[in-house]
């Protein structure tokens, strides 16, 4: 493949992908690779431009994480970023210490001369420092390009070996002019011409995605959620009927999305793949019944899964490949393993000791949501489906609070397609990142013409969030809530009360278990 590239070298910064995916806004490639690969691996790749990630070591540490000096002989722009930036300071004769006063949070960096790196970029900026080392003096070659009141070397150059350094995060939003720095590194200084769109990526993994498989059998466990969705449709557009898409209908999916699915994925559908639609809603409602623990009703629910999908795997027999729809953002999630347990997420991540196959494809890797959907869009899929909100993998099992049964489970149902149709007729889906109704475990009474009720109430949750770490309850018109109320005591049978959660995360969570 012969596309304009920057890499990103992983020294194991939080900020890795990041950094990847504000390049990739600048219309070029790019992708993240561990700081330990060879300088031949690299020359392979033949990068127009390399970054050197922040990471938490100290550069002059033995043990630190390094990378061959070579690389700065290669001739191809550096810019290296936080321990980047210490990192090239250290090996290329400057000196790196412990600094006197350690810097987190935004901090005013002056620009000090005129640099390529900084071009339109104001002379005091805001930027975002998070260190406690720095550099006390640039390499020889290298001129110092912006200070702040506790860092004197707050970035450097060395224009003519094209050697760039910053001790801030220029890649963080709060770093206000970060976007146009990196757009005059991979511009201005890397020579890039920004031709990359997502349509290029789709191709050029359907392409990789179709060599690397060859004559191979693929198997994949479709959800229908916009990850699994959109590697499915790359793999069949890559293999054809090679692939066999697993859909397991757990009895816990919104109203209609079996058949949603079905529709797109199945032998109507657009797609020449082989699709099995395993209907175990009975399965899952035996294994639920009597349970009321959150934890073990997660627990149970996924573990089924695993059970329903091993089935449908063996009759199929050995694969060669097994697609997983992981994004980026699960692999920081599944990274973050010493974290407290709040919620065991389930998703496919069990699959593997399963099923008998050879090799994982996981063509989103990469990618974070927005872009899933961007690539979705490139590929044609419905509109509904790539620009679905989250949902979760134990599906309504944790919107129906307490005891999950097929009459709980269509109450939730009903009760949310309406709140979701008339979100949806106010026009405000676009702005509410989440929304959904959840079955309370609570019956009260009631009067419905002349009659006692005694009903369960169905609560409404709403939130905008941009991570789904915290997030605030969503500010939904007073009339559109009444309207949803009054359609759901009238149309759904069971429900007789309508309450609005007004919890933001934390000290709640999105989802009530
Ligand atoms: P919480 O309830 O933890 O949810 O605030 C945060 C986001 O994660 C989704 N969620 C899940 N997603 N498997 C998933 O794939 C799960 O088990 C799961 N539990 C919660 C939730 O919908 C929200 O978007």
């Not at 793949?273 to 623990?293: C, D, H, M, P």
């Not at 269509?410 to 989440?434: C, F, H, P, W």
């Amino acid at each position: 493949m012969n596309q304009e590239k920057v890499i990103v070298l992983d020294f194991g910064g939080q900020y890795n992908q990041l950094i990847a995916r504000r390049v990739r806004e600048c219309n070029v490639y790019c992708e993240v690779h561990p700081h330990y690969i060879s300088v031949e691996e690299i020359r392979k790749m033949n990068p127009k431009g390399i970054i050197f990630t922040g990471g938490p070591n100290s550069a002059y540490l033995e043990d630190s994480p390094t990378c061959s000096k070579e690389i700065f002989e290669m001739g191809i722009p550096i810019l290296g970023i936080c321990y980047g930036s210490q990192l090239m300071a250290h090996l290329l004769g400057g000196s790196v210490k412990t600094a006197p006063i350690s810097e987190y949070g935004k901090a005013e960096v002056t620009i000090e001369s005129e640099s390529e790196l900084f071009a339109a970029v104001s002379k005091n900026t805001v930027c975002w420092m998070s260190h406690t080392d720095y550099i006390e003096t640039p390499p020889q070659g290298f001129h110092i390009i912006g200070h702040t009141s506790a860092c004197p070397v707050a970035a450097m150059e060395c224009p003519k070996r094209g050697l760039y350094a910053t001790q801030f995060h220029p890649e963080v939003m709060h770093t206000a002019e970060g976007q146009k720095m990196l757009s005059n590194f991979v511009y201005r200084i890397c020579g890039c011409k920004g031709d990359w769109q997502m349509d290029s990526f789709v191709e050029n993994t359907i392409e990789s995605i179709s060599e690397k498989v060859g004559s191979g059998k693929v198997l994949c466990a479709l959800s229908g959620g916009v990850d699994s969705s959109v590697a499915a449709v790359i793999l069949a557009k890559a293999v054809g009927k090679q692939l066999t898409c697993v859909f397991v209908d757990h009895g816990l999916l919104r109203k209609n999305e079996g058949n949603e699915v079905e529709a797109v994925f199945g032998p109507n559908g657009p797609y020449n793949l082989n699709f099995i639609r395993v209907n175990a809603q009975e399965r899952f409602y035996q294994k639920l019944s009597g349970v009321t623990e959150p934890e073990e009703k997660r627990k149970i629910i996924g573990e089924e899964f695993i059970r329903v999908f091993e089935e449908e795997a063996k009759k199929i027999g050995a694969v060669d490949f097994l697609v997983q729809g992981t994004i980026y953002p699960d692999v920081i999630e599944s990274g973050l393993g010493k974290s407290a347990t709040i919620k065991s997420h389930h998703n496919v991540g069990g699959l593997p000791d399963y099923v008998d196959f050879k090799e994982i494809i996981e063509p989103l890797r990469l990618l974070f949501k927005d872009e899933v959907r961007q690539a979705g869009r490139e590929l044609g899929i419905p509109e509904y489906l790539v620009s679905r909100q989250p949902f979760p993998g134990p599906g309504l099992g944790i919107r129906v609070i307490g005891e999950v049964t097929a009459e709980k489970v269509k109450m939730v149902q009903d009760a949310d397609a309406i709140y979701r149709e008339e979100i949806a007729n106010a026009g405000l889906d676009k702005t509410v990142s989440q929304y959904f109704a959840a079955l309370t475990n609570m019956r009260s009474v009631g009067v419905m013409g002349d009659e006692r009720t005694y009903d369960y109430a169905v609560a409404l949750r709403a939130v905008t969030t941009t991570d789904f770490m915290t997030a605030e309850c969503a500010d939904i018109p007073f009339e559109v809530l009444q309207k949803v109320m009054n359609r759901i005591v009238n149309e759904v049978k069971g429900i007789n009360r309508v309450v609005y959660d007004l919890s933001s995360k934390p000290p709640g969570t999105i989802e009530f278990e």
